[in-house]
C-alpha cells in the first residue's frame, strides 16, 4: 500500500500525481480513482483573463456578443472581458469643470488598469506612454498598419504605443421621411441648412436638431470640429495653427464659431439638460429632424429598440454644410480609438496575441460588419455594407479630409485645449459667450502652448 506521503505529493507536484496513480490502480484502492480525477482536474489549465478598458459604452454588446467571441474560438485559452466606462469618466476624474486629473492615470498608477486599453489618438494617449504606462509595440504587430494609419499613436520619439484600430467620419444624420413630407432634400451650404432648420421650427411638429449641452463633448467634438473645416479650410487651416502661421481670431476660425451660434433656436427644450443619450433617443423615435454627430453612432441607431418598430427611422446622413455653392467640402475622418498593452500587465503574452489579432483581415471585416460606422486602419481591404456608411465612406472621394482640430499637440497646454473648447463652446451655442468672445479666450491659451511655433 503507498505510503501517507504519496498522497501528500500530489499537491505540489503533478510528477508525483501520476506515480500515485500508477501504483493505487495497481492495488485497485477506490482513493486511487478519486486521486487520479483530482490530479486531471489540476492539470488542465485554466483560461487567461485579459481585461479591455474601454470608453465605448454604446459598443459592449457588439463587442461581446460579435467582435470577441470570434477571437475566443481562434484562442480557447484565452479569455477576453470587455470593460467600458462611461466616456465622460475614463480618461477623467468625477471634477466636470476642470477634469485635469485623469481616471486611467490613476487606475494605471495603482495597477488596477486593464491588460489592454483603448488609446484616445495623439495627445490624448501619448502622456500614458510617456509615464510609461503603455508599452512600446514590436514591428510585427505594426506591419499591417501604413505610416499614417500609426501616426495618431506614435510618440515624439518615433516609438507606436497602439494599434491602430479604428476610424470615424463625422455628419448630420436626418430622418428621411420627414424630410420628405416636409418638401425639403439635405442640405449643401449654410443658408439652406438654416432654411431647414427654420422649416422645422416654424413647422412645430419635431425638435429641428437633436443636440444637448449637458454633456459637452458635442459641442467640440461633431459641431466645431465637424462642422468647422468648411470654415478654416480644413487641414490647411488646421496645420497653419501647428505651424504657427494663424490664429484662433482670424476669420475662418470666428466664422465657425458664428455659425455655432445661429443654432440656439433650433436646440432642444432646456437644452443643459439634454444629454447625448438623450439626443440618441430624440431622434432614434422620431421626435427630432437632424442629429448632428458621426459614423460611431450607426451601430447604436441600426441596433437600437426603436429601429426594431413596424416602422423604424428610415435613416440618411448628409455633409455639415460648405458657405458657398461650388465650394469643395471638407469632411473630418478621424482616428478614433487604437488599442494599447498596460506595462504593468501580468499577462503580456497573451496580450500580444490579442493585439496581433487586431491587425489581420477577419477582425477588419468582423469590426466593418458588426461596428458598421468604425472603419478599419489596416491595410486590409473591406466591404461596406450599410448603405448609410457607403454614403459616407464616398465623401472620401469627394471631398479633402482632416481630423479634429486640436487633437494633436494643440492639447498640450494646460488646461487642456479639449477641455476649455467643451466649454467655451457650449457657451457659444447658448449664446452666453460671443464668436469675438471664444476666438480671443482660446488664442490666449494656444499662445500658453510651447510646442507649436506662433506667429509675430
Known amino acids: 500500500m503507498p505510503s501517507r506521503n504519496a498522497f501528500l505529493k500530489p499537491l505540489f507536484s503533478l510528477q508525483a ?65 470587455f470593460a467600458p466606462e462611461n466616456p465622460l469618466e475614463y480618461d477623467i476624474r468625477l471634477d466636470a469643470k476642470l477634469r485635469y486629473d485623469s481616471l486611467l492615470d490613476t487606475k494605471l498608477t495603482s495597477r488596477k488598469a486593464g491588460d489592454l486599453i483603448f488609446c484616445r ?3 490624448g494617449s501619448v502622456r500614458l506612454y510617456e509615464r510609461k504606462q503603455l508599452a512600446p509595440l514590436p514591428e510585427d504587430v505594426l506591419a499591417p498598419f501604413s505610416e499614417q494609419a500609426r501616426r495618431p499613436w506614435t510618440s515624439d520619439d518615433g516609438k507606436v504605443y497602439c494599434v491602430p484600430v479604428a476610424q470615424v467620419i463625422h455628419g448630420v444624420f436626418y430622418n428621411r421621411s420627414l424630410l420628405q413630407d416636409m418638401g425639403e432634400k439635405p442640405p449643401v451650404t449654410v443658408e439652406e441648412f438654416f432654411a431647414l ?50 490664429r484662433f481670431t482670424d476669420k475662418g476660425f470666428v466664422d465657425a464659431w458664428r455659425f455655432m451660434a445661429r443654432l440656439k433656436t ?30 460611431w453612432d450607426l451601430p447604436y441607431l441600426r441596433h437600437t429598440e426603436y429601429s426594431h418598430k413596424s416602422t423604424p427611422i428610415d435613416l440618411g446622413i448628409f455633409r455639415f454644410p460648405v458657405e458657398q455653392p461650388g465650394q469643395r ?65 464616398a465623401w472620401r472621394q469627394q471631398c479633402d479630409e482632416t481630423i479634429r482640430l486640436n487633437a494633436e499637440k494643440l492639447n498640450r497646454v494646460w488646461p487642456s485645449m479639449e477641455d476649455e473648447l467643451w466649454y467655451i463652446n457650449v457657451k457659444v451655442l447658448d ?20 510646442f507649436v511655433p506662433h506667429p509675430r
Not at 427630432?288 to 454627430?293: E, V, Y
Request: glycine share 8%.
Open 17 to 81: 500525481i501520476a506515480q500515485a496513480c500508477r501504483q493505487t490502480l495497481r492495488t485497485g484502492l477506490l482513493l486511487g480513482w478519486s486521486l487520479c480525477s483530482a490530479g486531471a482536474a489540476m492539470a488542465a489549465p485554466d483560461k487567461t483573463e485579459l481585461r479591455l478598458e474601454s470608453w465605448r459604452t454604446d459598443d459592449q454588446m457588439f463587442w461581446e456578443q460579435k467582435l470577441l467571441p470570434e477571437f475566443h474560438r481562434r484562442h480557447p485559452e484565452l479569455q477576453v472581458n
Open 266 to 295: 433650433y436646440l432642444p427644450p432646456a437644452p443643459h439638460l439634454v444629454g447625448n443619450s438623450d439626443a440618441q433617443v430624440m431622434f432614434a423615435k422620431g421626435a427630432a429632424l437632424l442629429f448632428p454627430s458621426g459614423s
Open 121 to 123: 489618438p495623439f495627445d
Open 329 to 393: 467640402c471638407q469632411v473630418s475622418v478621424h482616428p478614433d480609438f487604437g488599442i494599447g498593452m498596460n506595462v504593468e500587465s501580468l499577462n503580456k503574452d497573451a496580450a500580444m496575441k490579442f493585439l496581433r489579432w487586431l491587425g489581420t483581415a477577419e477582425f477588419a471585416q468582423l469590426l466593418t460588419d458588426h461596428l458598421s460606422g468604425f472603419y478599419p486602419l489596416s491595410k486590409h481591404p473591406v466591404k461596406v455594407n450599410d448603405p448609410v456608411g457607403q454614403e459616407m465612406m
Open 431 to 450: 449664446n452666453s459667450l460671443s464668436p469675438a468672445e471664444a476666438a480671443a479666450q482660446v488664442q490666449r491659451l494656444h499662445e500658453r502652448n510651447s
Open 197 to 246: 432648420l427654420e422649416h422645422a421650427r416654424r413647422r412645430g411638429q419635431q425638435i429641428p436638431m437633436a443636440l444637448g449641452l449637458a454633456d459637452m463633448w458635442e459641442s467640440t467634438q461633431v459641431l466645431f470640429t465637424g462642422a468647422g473645416p468648411n470654415f478654416w479650410g480644413g487641414e490647411k487651416g488646421r496645420q497653419d495653427l501647428l505651424q504657427g502661421r494663424a
